[in-house]
């Protein structure tokens, strides 16, 4: 059965999974880069980006584990771009360029419809509007038995967790503090939903936290 998973998620010390103020020159809000510093030096991420060789080890190992056997992609609209409110035309296609980093059916919830966006590199953005459970079920139908990955940002990932539907989520915690932002637990009370810390280590970049939620 296909699993809802959520890897590489870096949050601040205080909590926050983005910065305030999300903009075209702040795609994680002000101050939210330093949250993915760990992960901008490994091989992984390197390879993605068409950069240098990278770093291998423990930051390098959990980021190459969240691209293993994912067969479609949820995001939030404001993972996908900045833009609020009613699309202004068709011209923002994501952040990534002709080529996204997903090469699977990604699909995007928002209150505002838009039709389907074919990207290089077998990446397709779908947009639904018809809620979580609603994109979950379609995500599962394209994953076609592989597991569905739950990229964010917060406010979404902070819907899948409320309703217990993530069954494994690892989070990079930072050593930065941010203040303000989006806060990830504020108000989940995640042990009551039966989550639990099933792993855990530490680089010199990162704490790295696995939670899973009990059977
Ligand atoms: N720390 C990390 O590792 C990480 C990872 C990914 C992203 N981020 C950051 O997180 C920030 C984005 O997070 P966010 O919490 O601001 O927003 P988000 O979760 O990306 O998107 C929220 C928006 O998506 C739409 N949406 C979400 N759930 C919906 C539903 N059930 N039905 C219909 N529409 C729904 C709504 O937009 P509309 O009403 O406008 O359609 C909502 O305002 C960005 O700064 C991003 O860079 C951080």
Same mark, same amino acid.
């Given at each position: 059965?296909?699993?809802?998973?959520?890897?590489?998620?870096?949050?601040?010390?205080?909590?926050?999974?983005?910065?305030?103020?999300?903009?075209?020159?702040?795609?994680?809000?002000?101050?939210?880069?330093?949250?993915?510093?760990?992960?901008?030096?490994? /091989?992984?991420?390197?390879? *993605?980006? %068409? @950069?240098? =060789?990278?770093?291998?080890?423990?930051?390098?190992?959990? #980021? &190459?584990?969240?691209?293993?056997?994912?067969?479609?992609?949820?995001?939030?609209?404001?993972?996908?771009?900045?833009?609020?409110?009613?699309?202004?035309?068709?011209?923002?296609?994501?952040?990534?360029?002709?080529?996204?980093?997903?090469?699977?059916?990604?699909?995007?919830?928002?209150?505002?419809? /838009?039709?389907?966006?074919? *990207?290089? %590199? @077998?990446? =397709?953005?779908?947009?639904?509007?018809?809620?979580?459970? #609603? &994109?979950?079920?379609?995500?599962?139908?394209?994953?076609?038995?592989?597991?569905?990955?739950?990229?964010?940002?917060?406010?979404?990932?902070?819907?899948?967790?409320?309703?217990?539907?993530?069954?494994?989520?690892?989070?990079?915690?930072?050593?930065?503090?941010?203040?303000?932002?989006?806060?990830?637990?504020?108000?989940?009370?995640?042990?009551?939903?039966?989550?639990?810390?099933?792993?855990?280590?530490?680089?010199?970049? &990162?704490?790295?936290?696995?939670?899973?939620?009990?059977?």
């Amino acid at each position: 059965m296909s699993k809802l998973r959520v890897h590489s998620f870096s949050i601040s010390l205080d909590g926050f999974g983005a910065g305030p103020h999300q903009d075209l020159a702040n795609p994680l809000g002000v101050g939210g880069m330093g949250l993915h510093e760990w992960v901008f030096g490994t /091989r992984t991420f390197q390879q *993605m980006h %068409g @950069g240098e =060789v990278g770093t291998t080890g423990v930051d390098d190992d959990f #980021a &190459a584990r969240g691209f293993a056997n994912i067969g479609a992609w949820i995001l939030g609209r404001y993972m996908f771009g900045p833009i609020r409110g009613p699309w202004p035309d068709d011209t923002w296609k994501g952040w990534w360029g002709d080529n996204p980093p997903y090469h699977t059916p990604v699909f995007v919830l928002t209150n505002h419809p /838009r039709a389907s966006i074919t *990207m290089e %590199g @077998g990446t =397709v953005f779908h947009f639904v509007t018809e809620g979580i459970h #609603a &994109a979950l079920k379609r995500a599962t139908e394209a994953a076609n038995g592989k597991d569905i990955r739950l990229g964010g940002g917060v406010a979404t990932i902070r819907q899948y967790l409320s309703a217990a539907l993530i069954d494994e989520m690892h989070l990079a915690i930072a050593p930065v503090l941010l203040g303000s932002g989006e806060h990830l637990f504020s108000g989940i009370d995640a042990a009551k939903l039966g989550y639990q810390c099933s792993g855990h280590m530490a680089t010199a970049s &990162a704490t790295h936290i696995v939670l899973t939620r009990r059977g």
